[in-house]
Structures are given as structure tokens and as C-alpha cells.
């Protein structure tokens, strides 16, 4: 019994010095209305070359089962840069896959514009290859027409 709290308390600990979370909760999932409604009353637009929602078509912008996290990070960001934010990829098929995916609700795309570039480049660590890190640990990679941004939380909201 000893043993097993003692584990308990060293493994606790171990996060606390690395910043890091002994168990996480799975995020909070939100529907695309939902993110809609969130992202439209912070002032940020969103686009798609089929002007469309529909989170299995590839030339939407689909907000289906993205993370709270996600939302409130661009949100953040937002209100912290200033610069008109226009989401051009969301959830919907057609991204890289992975744990910290479009379609797992981590990433959003937004249009390249000499606010959000600036903001970015200058306020954000260059961790090489076009990749920005935030204070916060949010990632955001500079490709060819838009920025990938990885928002592993809100930001500091």
C-alpha cells in the first residue's frame, strides 16, 4: 500500500517539474454551429473554395468535432494580435493524419495575410523549418498559401 502511494506521489510530482499532466481528460468536442457561433462572435471568418460545411467534403471549411481548445486558441490569438483571421481548413477530410490532426479537432488554417505573419514571426520562437512556437506551446508552420496552426491548448484564455 505504501509503495503504491509513494509511486503515485513521485509520478505526480515527475509532471509537476516537467509541466506536464499525470492523466488527460479527453477535449471537449464541439459541433460545427457551436464553433460557428464562437468563432463569428470573436470576429473571425471563415472561407472555403466550395463554399460549403460539410465536414466529409475535402473544398469545405468544417468546424464538426473540433476541440474547445482549438476554438478559444484562435480566438486568443485573435484578440491578442489584432489582425483579421480568416479559417480556411478545419475538420474536414483531406488533411494529414495524425493525433494532433485537422480531423482529431487540433488545427486550424488561416489565410496568409502581413498581420498574422508578422504577428507570428515576430512574437513566436523560430523552431526551424517555417514552425513558430508559442509561449503557450502552440505551433503554428508558415506553408506555402496559409498558416497550419496546431493548438495543443487555448492559449491562455
Not at 19 to 42: C, E, M, Q, Y
Not at 65 to 89: E, H, M, P, W, Y
Not at 127 to 148: A, F, Q, T
Request: net charge positive; with cysteine.
Amino acid at each position: 500500500m505504501f509503495a503504491r502511494a509513494l509511486s503515485a506521489l513521485v509520478l505526480a510530482a515527475t509532471a509537476l517539474v516537467l509541466g506536464t499532466s499525470v492523466a488527460s481528460a479527453a477535449p471537449t468536442k464541439l459541433t460545427h454551429a457551436d464553433a460557428a457561433a464562437r468563432f463569428r462572435a470573436a470576429g473571425i471568418t471563415w472561407s472555403s473554395s466550395g463554399g460549403c460545411s460539410d465536414w466529409n467534403n475535402r473544398t469545405c471549411t468544417s468546424f464538426t468535432n473540433i476541440n474547445l481548445t482549438t476554438v478559444q486558441g484562435a480566438i486568443t490569438f485573435k484578440r491578442a494580435s489584432g489582425c483579421a483571421v480568416n479559417i480556411t481548413g478545419g475538420t474536414e477530410v483531406g488533411h494529414a493524419a495524425g493525433t494532433y490532426s485537422h480531423r482529431n479537432g487540433y488545427k486550424v488554417d488561416f489565410s496568409l495575410n502581413s498581420c498574422v505573419t508578422n504577428y507570428i514571426t515576430s512574437r513566436f520562437a523560430s523552431i526551424g523549418g517555417s514552425k513558430w512556437k508559442s509561449n503557450s506551446g502552440n505551433i503554428y508552420y508558415r506553408e506555402s498559401n496559409h498558416w497550419d496552426v496546431t493548438y495543443y491548448n487555448c492559449g491562455g484564455c
